[in-house]
């Protein structure tokens, strides 16, 4: 059984930095894409960066420049978000799959909880 935690979310004024943490076991780490997500009110889940099964990392464009996505030992996932800015105000969700398209929420079955990231202007 996938379980996945995210922790790290929190509040912080424009321009400041949050890390995003995500554990995660029951999957391989070898085989699986995993993903970081985000939800704002009223807004479809979008993706933010993904690492691949190969381990290669991608981004949004609202990402590129500003957030790094890395993996650490043990399934976890990395979310150094700098530079935050309002519009990064979400629920962040951590999700692994097999998946042909890392970025795209819909090819995902298995998610965390979320944690919260909240950005004042």
């Known amino acids: 059984q996938v379980q996945l935690l995210e922790s790290g979310g929190g509040s912080v004024q424009a321009g400041g930095s949050l890390r995003l943490s995500c554990v995660g076991s029951?999957?391989?780490?070898?085989?699986?894409?995993m993903a970081w997500f985000r939800q704002a009110p009223g807004m479809e889940r979008e993706g933010v960066a993904a690492?691949?099964?190969?381990?290669?990392a991608l981004y949004a464009v609202s990402a590129e420049g500003r957030f790094t996505v890395s993996k650490g030992a043990k399934n976890s996932l990395y979310l150094q978000m700098n530079n935050l800015k309002p519009d990064d105000t979400a629920v962040y969700y951590c999700a692994t799959d097999i998946v042909s398209r890392p970025l795209n929420p819909r090819e995902y079955n298995n998610w965390g909880q979320g944690t919260q990231v909240i950005v004042s202007s």
């Open positions: 029951g999957f391989s780490y070898s085989r699986y894409s």
């Open positions: 690492i691949d099964a190969s381990g290669s």
